[in-house]
């Protein structure tokens, strides 16, 4: 399901060839890699000139609505509005060519260095690091979001159930749902 988009649009859509397509979406994923939204804007709103502002707010709008990355969804969008099923996959393919290439890249450089004690080391420290950034992060916010008593206990609960008793997750999610829904029902009468 696509939002209905003016007749001008559409055109403009239907006027891009397969080529300027692929180019475009694989400029924006060699220009954004880590954050392409802004580059998706530039390009296809700016530079040339596919959609209005307003037109591209209304496909972010309902890109953000659906499952999956925003910008790849609107690749799919723009790329089956232009040129059909095949246009989607030449829009996808070419944002994703470039960070998948890369990625690719390293994942091959890593196996050739997994095994080196200074390499493990390393992703060691960084693991413990990004650890520490997520706990700092989580500590402000909870300092910040001061939660009912009621809340910090179902949170301590589900680290101790599947943390440390290692419970399945599903099966603690579920029971953890229903005493939350519970104690709130409780608490807001």
Avoid at 20 to 40: I, N, R, T
Avoid at 77 to 100: D, E, N, Q
Avoid at 175 to 188: D, F, H, K, Q, R
């Amino acid at each position: 399901m696509t939002p209905t988009l003016s007749g001008a649009a559409n055109a403009r859509l239907q006027a891009i060839s397969r080529s300027q397509l692929f180019a475009s979406f694989l400029k924006m994923g060699l220009l954004g890699f880590g954050g392409v939204l802004p580059w998706a804007r530039r390009v296809i709103v700016d530079e040339r000139r596919w959609l209005t502002d307003r037109e591209f707010a209304e496909l972010i709008g309902l890109c953000q609505v659906l499952p999956g990355p925003n910008v790849v969804n609107l690749a799919v969008i723009v790329g089956t509005r232009s040129r059909g099923p095949v246009g989607a996959l030449l829009a996808v393919g070419a944002l994703l060519f470039v960070p998948v290439g890369v990625m690719l890249l390293i994942a091959m450089f890593y196996a050739q260095v997994a095994n080196v004690p200074y390499v493990r080391d390393g992703i060691a420290a960084a693991s413990a690091a990004a650890a520490g950034l997520i706990l700092g992060t989580a500590t402000r916010l909870l300092v910040q979001a001061r939660p009912p008593l009621r809340g910090m206990l179902t949170g301590g609960a589900a680290f101790i159930a599947v943390g440390i008793l290692h419970w399945p997750l599903f099966w603690v999610i579920v029971v953890l749902i229903a005493v939350g829904i519970t104690a709130e029902w409780t608490a807001s009468r």
